[in-house]
């Protein structure tokens, strides 16, 4: 089992930054990718970005790739969320998630984290 606890969610105006952590521990070396999610209210969860955990192979969804990085700390088993240049339609709850090796699917998943842009 992986258990993953997301943080640095908040409210912040339009232009701001945040920084997103998730907190990886439990079985971490089974774990090939990390991703996050978010869900907005009366909308599907949707694929923000997702890394190795060799740092090699990362993934933006074109809507924050100009404005949003994505990078590991391995000594702390933590993956951050940069995010720069916030809109409001950034508003959702962050969800962090783990997709082993043997399954390549994200079956774990953090309870999420709720960041707030105001206009």
């Known amino acids: 089992q992986v258990q993953l606890v997301e943080s640095g969610g908040g409210l912040v105006q339009a232009g701001g930054s945040l920084r997103l952590s998730c907190a990886a521990s439990?079985?971490?070396?089974?774990?090939?990718?990390m991703g996050w999610f978010r869900q907005a209210p009366e909308k599907e969860r949707e694929f923000v970005a997702s890394?190795?955990?060799?740092?090699?192979?990362?993934d933006l969804a074109d809507s924050v790739k100009a404005r949003f990085t994505i990078s590991t700390d391995n000594a702390k088993n933590t993956v951050y969320l940069q995010m720069n240049s916030l809109k409001p339609e950034d508003t959702a709850v962050y969800y962090c998630?783990?997709?082993?090796?043997?399954?390549?699917?994200?079956?774990?998943w953090g309870q999420g984290t709720q960041v707030t842009v105001s206009s």
């Open positions: 998630a783990a997709q082993p090796f043997s399954t390549r699917k994200y079956d774990y």
């Open positions: 439990g079985r971490t070396g089974s774990t090939y990718r």
């Open positions: 890394i190795t955990w060799s740092g090699y192979i990362t």
